[in-house]
Structures are given as structure tokens and as C-alpha cells.
């Protein structure tokens, strides 16, 4: 690993992060601008994951196909970049089909999910270990800082096109900006050395049944719970952008300084975890994220007042921190290495399908009321009552002796009320 190589593997996730503060955080936005309703631009985050959960099944067949991880990665960043085209066309002709908008997020998340693995693998075998922790710490905090100051940018672009009278070119200067980002990512790819040797991936599609050897195990528990909370988190998760927006119309300054305050939250918290985990413990620190987590819709309930929500943010950042910072560690433990890879792939396809259950659920019960406030109360106490019921799956995690160490995420999405989605 040169000097230069650690250099380009930084510069792409900066310019990856920009992608994801200009671009995908916005999307739930643009639909809301196009006129095409609430339940749609809740859906926009949650549906085409699907596309990106079946796609990824099939990453190790890719990488032998191209015949190295560089090509496959290099080949999925610019198709994700090619994914803002149609978006920036629309928003630059003023319409656009809802089901275009749907299919260009769908090769957006198939495109992300599917260069996942094979990006973390590689990079892996690039930075040499002795460096490695360092090196991710200051990666992530580069990246991290780059999804901030896009999301912000991104605000106050959408804000001075709207006092234009122009909202939607604001838009198409957003999605020129993530398509470039994604290009100057998938260039610094490219130039990227990739190791002569590296081991054989282990196969996709056969990884789905190795889950059924979990359910006793606390490999199996811990999956369970998270699927099970994602699902319930789901039924209201997508619809803040919507709630923002259109049901209390808030400017874009005030929407992005809530998502920006959830973000900083987990910027902020999750360097601070190691202590508490050692002397706790990852679960009994689990639990205590739990708590937040299923707090968050219920608070939303007591008042609209903007502070107060911001508040909200602060607790939920710091939350969501928690929970992906002992999850991460905890799947680590109890996964056997050699099955990872697998059963995290097959994971990531049912995480997207309670995904789409859950907003679809939540989307089915604001249409049934006919939204408005109502839809929202209905969505905040539903999705809260089944947080607060997925601590009974929670308590079945026995306690796991586990290392803790300073772990370094990438950020992969950007959602109202968890901050950055770390992985």
C-alpha cells in the first residue's frame, strides 16, 4: 500500500460522501417538489432497496465476471453516478414519472449495495494492518465532514432556487453535483493499485440458507432483533422528510438543520462509546441505545415546537450511534469469520425486505386515515409501540465477551432521524 493509494481511498470517500449529502439525502425532497404526494416520498428511501438487496446476492459471481473487485467497483460507482441523469432531466423539464424517479433510485441502491462488498474487501487488503485503525479514524472524520457540508450546501442551494421562484433548478444543480461526485469517486477507484492475490469470495445466493442455523445461537438473536426493529423503525422512519415539509413546512434551512443536528449527534457519540462499552458491556450498552431509539417517534408525539425536535434529533443521533457501534462489534463476535461474508449478505437482503414492509405498512396506514396530522400521530405511536415491543427480543441476546476497539464506519445514507446509516 503506497502513500498515493492511501491518498485516492480517502479522496473517493470524500467524494463518495458529497454524492450522499447532495444527492440521495434530497431525494424524498425532489419527490414531495414534483407535487407526487407524502406516501411517495417516503417510499423513495425504502423501495428500491429491494433492487440493491437481490443485486448484491450476486456481487462475488460479478467480481469474477470483470475478473477483479476494482472493475466491479469502478463499473457500480458509475452506474450509481448515471442514476442522478434522469433525476437532473426531470427536475430540469419541471416532471418527470413517478415510476422513473422509483426506477433511478432502484439502480442507485443496487448499484451502492452491490459495490459494498467488494469495496470492503479490498481496501482491506490495501491498508496494512499496523496503520489500519488510524487510518480509518482519520478517513471516516474526512468523510464524515464532507456529508455534513454537502448536506448544508445542498440546503442553501435548494433555498436560494426557491426564493428564485425556481425550486426545481435546484434540484438539477444537486443531482449534477452528486452525479460529478460519484464520477470523481469511481475515477480515484480506477487509479487505485489492487493486490495480485487476494482470496476467493465465498458464494452469494447459497448464503440465504445458512440463516436458519442461527435462531438458538446469539448470532441468530442479535439478527432477528435487528431485523425485527428495522422493520417497526420503518413505519415511520421514511415519512419525516414528508412530516418536515409538507405537514408543518418547514424551510429547507430548519429541515436540514434537524438531519444535520441527528448526524452531528452520531459524529459526536460514537467516538465516545469505547469506555462505556468496556465497562458496561456491548449488550447492556445495546439495550440503553434501545431506549432512545424507541423513544424517538413517542417524543414527536408531546410537541411540534422546532427546539424541542431538534432535541429529539440529539437524543435519536446518539442513539442510532450506539446501536450500529455494538451491533457492529457484536456480529463480528458471533459470526464464525469464514461464514461473515454470507450470512451478512443474506442479512442485508432481508434487511431490505422488512424495509420495504415496514414503509409499506406505514404508507398503507397514512393512506387508510387520509394523512394529514392524524397520519402522522397514527404512524409516530404504531412505529413506537413496536420499537418498545422488540426489547422482548432484545432480553434474549445473552451476554457476549467481546473486544472492544475504535471501529471506523462508511457512511452510506442519510436518514431524517438516525444521521448518517453507518456500515
Not at 61 to 80: N, T
Not at 108 to 126: F, K, Q, R
Not at 271 to 279: E, F, G, V
Request: proline share 5%.
Amino acid at each position: 500500500m503506497t502513500r498515493d493509494d492511501l491518498r485516492l481511498v480517502s479522496g473517493e470517500g470524500v467524494a463518495f460522501s458529497l454524492m450522499v449529502g447532495a444527492g440521495e439525502s434530497y431525494l424524498a425532497a425532489f419527490v414531495l417538489a414534483l407535487g407526487l404526494g407524502e406516501v411517495a416520498s417516503g417510499l423513495i428511501s425504502t423501495v428500491p432497496l429491494l433492487a440493491g438487496g437481490v443485486i448484491q446476492l450476486a456481487t462475488p459471481a460479478g467480481i469474477r465476471l470483470v475478473g477483479s473487485r476494482r472493475r466491479w467497483s469502478v463499473a457500480c460507482a458509475i452506474a450509481q453516478a448515471l442514476a442522478f441523469v434522469p433525476l437532473g432531466v426531470g427536475a430540469w423539464l419541471g416532471r418527470i414519472p413517478a415510476v422513473a424517479v422509483f426506477a433511478s433510485a432502484a439502480l442507485y441502491w443496487a448499484a451502492g449495495m452491490a459495490i459494498g462488498p467488494a469495496w470492503n474487501a479490498w481496501v482491506e487488503l490495501l491498508v496494512p494492518r499496523a496503520v489500519r485503525r488510524r487510518y480509518f479514524a482519520r478517513r471516516t472524520s474526512a468523510v464524515q465532514l464532507g456529508l455534513l457540508g454537502s448536506l448544508l450546501g445542498a440546503g442553501f442551494v435548494l433555498q436560494r432556487a426557491e426564493g428564485l421562484g425556481a425550486p426545481l433548478l435546484g434540484f438539477v444543480v444537486l443531482f449534477a453535483v452528486a452525479g460529478a461526485a460519484r464520477l470523481l469517486s469511481a475515477g480515484l477507484l480506477a487509479r487505485t493499485r489492487e493486490p495480485e492475490q487476494a482470496p476467493v469470495e465465498e458464494g452469494g445466493l447459497p448464503a440465504l440458507p445458512l440463516l436458519r442455523r442461527f435462531p438458538t445461537g446469539a448470532g441468530g438473536r442479535l439478527l432477528v432483533y435487528m431485523l425485527a426493529l428495522t422493520g417497526v423503525v420503518m413505519i415511520s422512519g421514511p415519512f419525516f422528510s414528508a412530516y418536515y415539509l409538507a405537514e408543518l413546512g418547514l424551510s429547507y434551512p430548519r429541515y436540514v438543520v434537524l438531519i444535520g443536528t441527528a448526524l452531528a449527534a452520531k459524529v459526536v457519540m460514537l467516538p465516545l462509546l469505547d469506555a462505556p462499552a468496556r465497562k458496561f458491556g456491548l449488550v447492556p450498552l445495546l439495550r440503553v441505545a434501545w431506549i432512545g431509539i424507541a423513544a424517538v417517534p413517542l417524543l414527536y408525539l408531546v410537541s411540534r415546537n422546532f427546539w424541542f425536535m431538534a432535541g429529539i434529533q440529539l437524543l435519536s443521533g446518539a442513539a442510532w450511534a450506539a446501536h450500529e457501534y455494538t451491533t457492529f462489534l457484536l456480529l463480528f463476535e458471533t459470526i464464525h469469520a469464514r461464514r461473515r461474508v454470507a450470512i451478512l449478505t443474506a442479512y442485508n437482503l432481508g434487511n431490505a425486505v422488512v424495509t420495504i414492509a415496514g414503509s409499506l405498512l406505514g404508507g398503507t396506514l397514512f393512506d387508510s386515515i387520509e394523512g394529514g396530522s392524524t397520519g402522522y400521530v397514527t404512524l409516530f405511536a404504531c412505529s413506537g409501540a413496536g420499537r418498545v415491543a422488540c426489547y422482548f427480543l432484545l432480553r434474549l441476546i445473552p451476554p457476549v465477551s467481546a473486544p472492544v476497539r475504535r471501529v471506523a464506519f462508511r457512511a452510506v445514507a442519510v436518514r431524517p432521524t438516525m444521521g448518517a446509516v453507518l456500515r
